[in-house]
C-alpha cells in the first residue's frame, strides 16, 4: 500500500534511467574530489563557488546513492544473491555513508576530534577513499549509458531539480545554524571554526601529511637566502625582527584564528641579501629588486618566484610581488613560536590556506621558474 512505502520505494519511483544514475555516482563523485581538493587552495570570499558547489553536490551524492539503494537493495540484503563484487559494494556503500555522514556533522556544527584528527579531516579521508572504489565498483557493475537514456525532458528535469535542491538546503542549513546558535555561526566562507585567543595556546598544533621533524636549536638556526639575489648569505633566528602583522590562518583541517605575527617582511629579508637580480634593470636596487651585473649581457633571468623549503624538503613557491609582502615570522601574540607551530621561523601568507604558510623554514630561494613539483613534496616531505 502507497501509505506503507518506505523512503527507498519513493526514490525507486523517481529514479531516471539506472544507467544514468550509476554514471551520474560516478561523476558527481569526482567532482566533489575536485572542488574538495581546489578548496584548500581557496583562502579569499571571492572563491565562495567553489564551497557552494561542493556542498551542493553533496546533496546530490545523497540523492544518487538513494535511488541506486531502491534498485539494489535486494541483491545486498539476501545473501543467495552475493557474488564476489558485492564485498566492493557494500564497502563503497560504507565509504559513501562515512563521506555523507562526516560531512553533514560538520556543516551542522559538530565539533568533535577522531584521535588526532578533526572530523574535516576524516571527511576528507572518507572522500578520498571513496574515489577509487567508485571507480573500482564502476569498472565490474556499470554498463555504458545508451542515448534512449538521455531521451526526454523528465531527466534533465530531475537534474536540475536536484541541483537546485543542494543550493537551497546549503541556505537553509546556514539559517538554522545561525537561528540555534549553533557553532556555524561564527565559521568563514570555507567552513571553518574559530579559535579564539592569542599567542601559541590559541590554536591547534597541525602538521601537513607526515611532516614532524625534530625540535630545532635556535641558537645553531640559520636561514639561507639563495638563488638569484645579489649577495646570498644566511641570518642567525634573532636577525629576523623588527616587522609586525596581524594575519589570518585558516587551515583546512577546518579551523581559523586571526593573530599578531612578529619577524621580518620578506622583501626586507631579501635587501638584506642585496636585493633580487634583474636582468636589463640597472638603475639602482628598488624595493629589493638590484642591478643585474655588468658582465651579464641580459643572460641573467628575471626573477618571478620565491621559494620557502621547510627542514623536512617541504616547500611552497609564491610570486615575487606577494612574497615581498610576506612574513617570515619568529613570534606569534608577542610570544616566541613553538616548534609544533613551525619555530623558529615559519611563513605567514595572508590570503593563503594553511598548508602553504611552510613551517620550520631553513632556505629562501629566488628563482625565475614556477616550481610544479611542490604539489608532490607536499604528499611525501617528512617520509624517511
Not at 555522514?101 to 576528507?124: F, K, M
Request: charged residues 20%; glycine residues 10%.
Amino acid at each position: 500500500m502507497a501509505g506503507r512505502d518506505t523512503v527507498l520505494d519513493v526514490l525507486g519511483r523517481l529514479e531516471p534511467p539506472p544507467r544514468i544514475v550509476d554514471w551520474s555516482l560516478l561523476a558527481v563523485v569526482l567532482a566533489e574530489a575536485a572542488t574538495g581538493l581546489v578548496s584548500f587552495t581557496v583562502a579569499t570570499p571571492d572563491g565562495w563557488p567553489v564551497f557552494w558547489l561542493h556542498r551542493s553536490l553533496g546533496l546530490a551524492i545523497v540523492v544518487l546513492l538513494g535511488w541506486k539503494l531502491a534498485r539494489v537493495r535486494h541483491r545486498l540484503l539476501d545473501r543467495r544473491l552475493w557474488r564476489r563484487s558485492t564485498a566492493l559494494s557494500i564497502l563503497t556503500l560504507l565509504a559513501a555513508v562515512g563521506t555523507i555522514s562526516t560531512g553533514t556533522l560538520w556543516v551542522v556544527g559538530v565539533d568533535v576530534r577522531v584521535s588526532y584528527w578533526t572530523l574535516l579531516s576524516v571527511h576528507v579521508g572518507f572522500g578520498l577513499l571513496l574515489v577509487p572504489l567508485v571507480a573500482f565498483h564502476a569498472a565490474t557493475r556499470f554498463r555504458p549509458p545508451r542515448r534512449v537514456d538521455f531521451e526526454g525532458r523528465r531527466t534533465a528535469v530531475q537534474y536540475g531539480v536536484l541541483l537546485i535542491a543542494g543550493a537551497i538546503a546549503y541556505r537553509l542549513q546556514q539559517g538554522a545554524n545561525a537561528l540555534l546558535s549553533m557553532n556555524g555561526t561564527n565559521r568563514r566562507f570555507t567552513g571553518s571554526q574559530p579559535r579564539e585567543g592569542d599567542g601559541n595556546d590559541a590554536f591547534p598544533v597541525t602538521s601537513w601529511v607526515a611532516d614532524d621533524p625534530d625540535p630545532i636549536d635556535r641558537a645553531s638556526y640559520r636561514l639561507s637566502v639563495t638563488g638569484l639575489v645579489a649577495e646570498p648569505r644566511e641570518f642567525a633566528a634573532d636577525e629576523l625582527g623588527g616587522d609586525e602583522t596581524a594575519a589570518l590562518l585558516d587551515c583546512t583541517s577546518g579551523w581559523y584564528t586571526v593573530q599578531e605575527w612578529g619577524g621580518i617582511r620578506v622583501g626586507d629579508l631579501l635587501e638584506a641579501a642585496g636585493g633580487v637580480e634583474r636582468s636589463g634593470n640597472r638603475g639602482g636596487s628598488v624595493d629589493g629588486v638590484a642591478d643585474a651585473p655588468d658582465d651579464a649581457d641580459g643572460d641573467v633571468p628575471d626573477p618571478a618566484y620565491v621559494r620557502f623549503v621547510s627542514v623536512t624538503g617541504y616547500r611552497w613557491s609564491l610570486p615575487l610581488a606577494e612574497a615581498q609582502d610576506a612574513l617570515l615570522a619568529t613570534h606569534v601574540g608577542g610570544e616566541r613560536l613553538t616548534h609544533g607551530h613551525g619555530g623558529p621561523v615559519r611563513l605567514v601568507a595572508p590570503g593563503r590556506r594553511g598548508f602553504q604558510w611552510v613551517k620550520w623554514v631553513v632556505r629562501v630561494e629566488v628563482r625565475a621558474e614556477r616550481d610544479p613539483a611542490q604539489w608532490v613534496v607536499t604528499l611525501v616531505s617528512g617520509f624517511d
